[in-house]
Nanobody, 130 residues
Framework: QVQLVESGGGLVQAGGSLRLSCAASGRTFSSYAMGWFRQAPGKEREFVATISWSGGSTAYAASVKGRFTISRDNAKNTVYLQMNVLKPEDTAVYYC???????????????????????WGQGTQVTVSS
C-alpha cells in the first residue's frame, strides 16, 4: 500500500507562484511514475504533468507548459510541482498520483491518462485570485 500526501496549496494572487509537494510512502519510490492532476469546481479532473521514475522524462498539459515544472527527489520520496505565473483558471484541487507497476518504458502520452495510476492522494487546494 502506498500513501501519497500533498502539501503546499493555498491562496495566491494572479502572477504569483506556488510549489506543491507530494510525499510518498514505500521503499521503491524510485520505480514509480508520478503525475499531477487537477479538478476545478464543476469540471472533470484533468492532467497537469507527469514524470518518469528517474526524472529524466516529463510531459505537460498544453495549458501549463512553460509555467509549471514537475520534478522529483527520489532520496526524499517526494515529487514537486513548481507553478509560476499562476492564473485564476489554475484554481483547482491538485492531486498527486503514482503508478507503482513499473512498465518497460515511460510514455508521456500514456501517463496523461488517469487510468495509468493506481494510487492517489487526497488533494490540496490551490486558489488564484485575480
Amino acid at each position: 500500500q502506498v500513501q501519497l500526501v500533498e502539501s503546499g496549496g493555498g491562496l495566491v494572487q494572479a502572477g504569483g507562484s506556488l510549489r506543491l509537494s507530494c510525499a510518498a510512502s514505500g521503499r521503491t519510490f524510485s520505480s514509480y511514475a508520478m503525475g499531477w492532476f487537477r479538478q476545478a469546481p464543476g469540471k472533470e479532473r484533468e492532467f497537469v504533468a507527469t514524470i518518469s521514475w528517474s526524472g529524466g522524462s516529463t510531459a505537460y498539459a498544453a495549458s501549463v507548459k512553460g509555467r509549471f515544472t514537475i520534478s522529483r527527489d527520489n532520496a526524499k520520496n517526494t515529487v514537486y510541482l513548481q507553478m509560476n505565473v499562476l492564473k485564476p483558471e489554475d484554481t483547482a484541487v491538485y492531486y498527486c498520483a503514482a503508478d507503482t507497476r513499473r512498465p518497460l518504458y515511460f510514455s508521456g502520452t500514456s501517463y496523461s491518462s488517469e487510468t495509468q495510476y493506481n494510487y492517489w492522494g487526497q488533494g490540496t487546494q490551490v486558489t488564484v485570485s485575480s
